[in-house]
């Protein structure tokens, strides 16, 4: 097996350390919409190259995913869609963590210095999610952002107010940090009280962030984890389900106290439950042309609304943009990246993996955004290394590509 020499891990790290400054909101806040597209325009040719040059072999999914994202953007920009595409904000800036994960299983050491800011990142966004919701303030003002058309107001209400930490939208904050507290809960090499007290304030700061579904699919997580983890794998997959269906209608029951944040007022009457089941029938009864099918181009949007308001359901946003065919690929090719690249990890493990990361992703439109796969990435390699670091192990306990 090729094995990356010590400038190879150098160079890695740094590629890193740049794409989560193009990932992380607190940050490309500062540096601005053009400056983070100009880093792009860059970093992925770049790594591209440095890959080529270091003969690192490329799966053949990740080539299938990348090939079919470049090619709907070159039709969506030589087609003219309605929606502006551009190769580094819609390609790019979603091939760049795939390339850098191929990258990093030929490195036979710790990567230290992004394990260490990868902790410190997981520890800043817990604690000032934490702290927002019970001060009811935020730390970082995003009102002028230009990178994100997400809220577009600060709520400070006592049951409405959500933490905007470092990725300011909460259901980016929420999703992040259920990718982290996945790697917390199935770590090996964390003593149990770090452990416990890592979980703790992940937790605590989802409840920061109010993601009423962030809440319930780690409410499924520590049942399974706790009571249904030994079990065969039919009953498990059964009792999961059953989890699925029943903790919504618990949760509806749950006292308005406001300790819960949004959780009390989860029923149908809330828009955001309303707008996540209007998003099926917005999207059965599309007009579709036959280019909308073979290349997309398309954002799908709430009819009758004064603001132009994505639907709140990411794979259909997937198939909308890129097509049905292209959709498809991108949203299953990134389960499968991400399944494929936890295969150091049983199965029932993995489970937990696929409910924190998709699970979470796929009850609001996050999977269609751009954080998922870099903050996955992020945080995997910010594990393994600190699994090879704390076993001493010379060679990276690597999975086989697929």
Partial sequence: MLHATKADKSCLQIFILVMACTIIYAITNLLGQTITG????????????????????????????????????????????????????????????????????????????????????????????????????????????????????????????????????????????????????????????????????????????????????????????????????????????????????IAEWLLASGLLGRFGDFDFSDSSTLTRLEAFDVFFNYKWTTQDLLIGGRLLTYPDMLLEVGLENGFLLDLGYWGIIGGLIKSIGEILITYFALNKYQFKDRIIFMLAIWGVAFMNNNSYGIFIMPMFVIAYITFFSFDIFQTNNKICPHYKLK
Avoid at 170 to 190: D, E, H
Avoid at 218 to 226: E, P
Wanted: glycine share 2%; charged share 10%.
């Fill in 38 to 249: 100009r880093i792009y325009y860059l970093l992925t040719p770049l790594i591209f190259i440095w890959m080529l040059n270091r003969h690192y072999p490329i799966p053949q999914l990740y080539k299938l995913y990348s090939i079919t994202l470049l090619v709907i953007v070159t039709l969506h920009i030589a087609a003219g869609t309605e929606i502006e595409s551009t190769i580094h904000f819609t390609a790019f800036v979603r091939i760049t963590p795939i390339l850098l994960l191929a990258a990093f299983r030929y490195q036979s050491k710790p990567l230290k210095l992004v394990m260490i800011l990868g902790f410190i990142f997981y520890f800043l966004e817990c604690s000032i999610s934490i702290y927002e919701r019970l001060t009811f303030t935020h730390l970082i003002n995003y009102e002028n952002s230009e990178n994100t058309q997400a809220t577009n107001a600060l709520v400070l209400d006592n049951t409405d107010f959500r933490s905007f930490s470092l990725m300011f939208h909460p259901l980016f904050n929420a999703n992040t940090i259920s990718i982290f507290i996945a790697f917390i809960l199935c770590n090996k090499n964390l003593g149990p009280i770090a452990k416990y007290l890592l979980l703790i304030l992940g937790l605590a700061a989802i409840w920061g962030t109010n993601s009423r579904g962030c809440m319930i699919i780690w409410a499924i997580i520590l049942i399974y984890r706790f009571c249904f983890y030994n079990i065969k794998v039919i009953y498990m997959i059964f009792s999961i389900t059953l989890l699925y269906i029943i903790l919504p209608i």
